[in-house]
């Protein structure tokens, strides 16, 4: 199906700054999820949103689901050495779910 | 550990054979959903099932299936392969309604020489 609009591709960012992505739609979603996908390894959930505008926080991970139903951004505060890998965003529409192509994290010690 | 299970993990195989990936989902989980995902890619829907039933269709190939058995695990089947079906293959699952979260399995990666 039509992936969703996820940028930016790819950060190289020192440890201990804040990161920031999103993902951006033509449609409405009832529901944005977060994954994070560590090489070889399937995708983990990180974060899920259900209704428009809302915030939700896991640990240093904030995600909102934009008041349009059509964005969602993730932010990571104090990035981690463990927080390396590629980061998915998923919309659930009425038929489908559709996925970013993902923002490829590097951080460097 | 997110609870769905793939088996094999590492699968390697020749052009114009046939394989069959096993998926089996979290306990209570009655759709299943199978993704491919090339290197470096993202992930490409391929079909979902539920409750033993075809749900969705996505890219899937007319050389590919699957089908989803009365104990809800679900085999995708790939045959004539050809080199560029080498990927990562993931199956989800999640729980009754059409909007329910996805939890994913380790995946299988497929070789094909």
């Known amino acids: 199906g039509q992936q969703l609009n996820q940028s930016p591709q790819s950060m190289f960012i020192q440890e201990g700054e804040d990161v920031s992505m999103n993902c951006t739609s033509s449609?409405?979603?009832?529901?944005w999820l977060w994954y994070k996908q560590d090489p070889g390894e399937g995708p983990v959930l990180l974060i899920a949103?259900?209704?428009?505008?809302e915030l939700t926080s896991n640990g240093r991970l904030t995600a909102q689901f934009g008041i349009t139903r059509k964005d969602s951004f993730l932010n990571i505060s104090a990035s981690i050495p463990s927080d390396v890998g590629i980061y998915f965003c998923?919309?659930?529409?009425?038929?489908?779910?559709?996925f970013g192509a993902g923002t490829r994290l590097t951080v460097k010690p | 550990d997110s609870g769905v299970t793939q088996t094999p993990k590492h699968l390697i195989t020749a052009t114009g054979q046939r394989v069959t990936l096993r998926c089996s989902p979290r306990?209570?989980?009655?759709?299943v959903y199978w993704y491919q995902q090339s290197l470096d890619q993202g992930l490409q829907f391929l079909i979902q099932?539920?409750?033993?039933?075809?749900?969705a269709k996505g890219n899937i190939l007319e050389r590919f299936s699957a089908q989803q058995f009365p104990d809800l695990h679900s085999e995708l089947n790939l045959s004539s392969l050809e080199l560029g079906d080498s990927a990562l293959y993931f199956c989800?699952?999640?729980?009754?309604?059409?909007?329910?979260?996805?939890?994913f399995g380790p995946g299988t990666r497929l070789l094909v020489l």
């Open positions: 989800a699952s999640s729980g009754q309604g059409s909007q329910e979260t996805q939890y």
């Open positions: 449609s409405i979603f009832n529901t």
């Open positions: 949103l259900y209704k428009a505008g």
């Open positions: 998923a919309g659930h529409g009425p038929n489908d779910m559709r």
């Open positions: 306990s209570g989980d009655l759709s």
């Open positions: 099932y539920y409750n033993g039933e075809e749900r």
